[in-house]
């Protein structure tokens, strides 16, 4: 596994860290337990971390020295991906030759190394992209800066070089193919998962508790990088409609926002709190820093519903996280979100991003109980379809198809 620009040890919810740590994490000790010796590669980001760390039993971590530790932003790292490939190298030429039978790939970046490693290890290379250029910057949230030229390129070098193409989503595929030009035969949707030991229905009321939220309390979450794609700011607008349509709601609503500044917020950490104080909502929108999973669980409980406004998700982890504990979802219809909120019946997917259509949906699950315990219910048993242990087995056979692929070069390479 390659996962150059963030480590799958990282907290999620801040900098670089978001549902891929998790992904990369959770997929290779499902994997490990079918008895596959995984090892993760990413850059070391702290002189504190250990060379290596045995993440789970079968799962190795290897921080790789590749540029500075810290203060080194994402779009300064395709000048460190020669450094991170050369210790690759290495590693394997201290091997017997074959040591690695397969490369799966996760973002653009780590997909420039897999495909070098792929050539010169004659292995089968497969890749994830996470998040596509092209798809962000047909999507971009006002004021956000576009993906550059160079990493388009990239991706489209990375789509040509892997054998197998993991897309989280039926959307995800056509947008490989539609845009990228993949080949249809090697694209395969395979579903990210969520840990449903962890991520289950728990009683709301003693989630309050452990939190500190008033028991009658009106709580819209939001859970995520604080970044315009990720659009807190809609939430924050949000509920300032609604206390205007009804100033008597100020006494019970509260809006956590749990998560730390990344990507292009990073250049304005405290927008989003000098957002609130503009509207004046300051006394009911609370900045939480990003938490455990365990605790996690808890927010997603104790929540009136959870609301992910963002301009493009692969997937939604959080949509789906959230429906695992029980919690409607009030999401974007863009992207993954479209597959993971089944709108009308696990929660309300919104067209667009205007504040006014996300006050209006939230109004209509916080308003009728009986109305979001049943989206509720019908969220954790959509859940139940999405569990690591389905996307490892799927992920297998894509390694299988990968080794197949690896050894029949396209139509189009033959004659082109």
Request: proline fraction near 8%; aromatic fraction near 6%.
């Amino acid at each position: 596994m390659i996962s150059l620009h963030t480590s799958p040890l990282d907290q999620p919810g801040t900098g670089d860290a978001g549902g891929m740590n998790v992904y990369v994490l959770e997929l290779s000790k499902r994997l490990a337990a079918r008895n596959l010796e995984v090892e993760i590669y990413t850059r070391a980001t702290s002189s504190a971390l250990p060379p290596i760390v045995e993440a789970a039993p079968g799962v190795r971590v290897h921080h790789v020295l590749a540029g500075p530790y810290e203060g080194l932003p994402k779009d300064e790292l395709p000048a460190q991906l020669c450094v991170f490939a050369r210790h690759l190298l290495r590693t394997e030429a201290g091997h017997e030759q074959g040591w690695f039978d397969l490369v799966h790939s996760h973002y653009w970046l780590s997909g420039q190394v897999g495909a070098l490693l792929r050539d010169r290890w004659s292995v089968p290379l497969a890749h994830t992209m996470h998040t596509m250029a092209k798809v962000k910057n047909a999507m971009l949230a006002e004021g956000d800066t576009p993906e550059p030229q160079p990493r388009v390129l990239g991706e489209e070098q990375v789509v040509e070089a892997a054998d197998m193409l993991v897309a989280n989503t039926d959307v995800e595929a056509k947008q490989l193919i539609n845009l990228y030009d993949a080949w249809p035969s090697r694209v395969e949707v395979v579903p990210p998962g969520v840990d449903l030991e962890l991520f289950r229905p728990c009683h709301q009321q003693a989630a309050r508790a452990r939190l500190g939220l008033p028991p009658d309390a009106v709580v819209p979450l939001f859970v995520g990088r604080l970044q315009p794609l990720k659009a807190p700011d809609v939430l924050v607008r949000a509920a300032a409609l609604l206390l205007e349509r009804d100033p008597s709601l100020r006494e019970r609503l509260v809006v956590p926002v749990v998560g730390g500044p990344s990507g292009s917020g990073l250049d304005h950490p405290d927008s989003l709190s000098a957002l609130a104080a503009s509207l004046g909502i300051s006394d009911v929108v609370r900045f939480v820093p990003p938490v455990a999973r365990e605790e996690l669980v808890d927010w997603y409980a104790a929540a009136t519903l959870v609301c992910v406004p963002s301009y493009n998700e692969s997937f939604g982890l959080v949509a789906m996280e959230a429906s695992a504990v029980g919690t409607p979802v009030v999401a974007a219809a863009v992207g993954g979100l479209t597959t993971v909120v089944r709108d009308g019946v696990t929660g309300l997917l919104v067209d667009g991003h205007d504040p006014a259509d996300y006050a209006r949906a939230i109004e209509r699950v916080a308003s009728a109980p009986a109305y979001r315990e049943r989206l509720g219910r019908a969220a954790a048993r959509h859940a139940q379809e999405f569990g690591w242990e389905r996307t490892a087995e799927l992920t297998l056979d894509v390694y299988r198809r990968a080794a197949v692929a690896a050894r029949q070069p396209m139509v189009g390479e033959l004659y082109g």
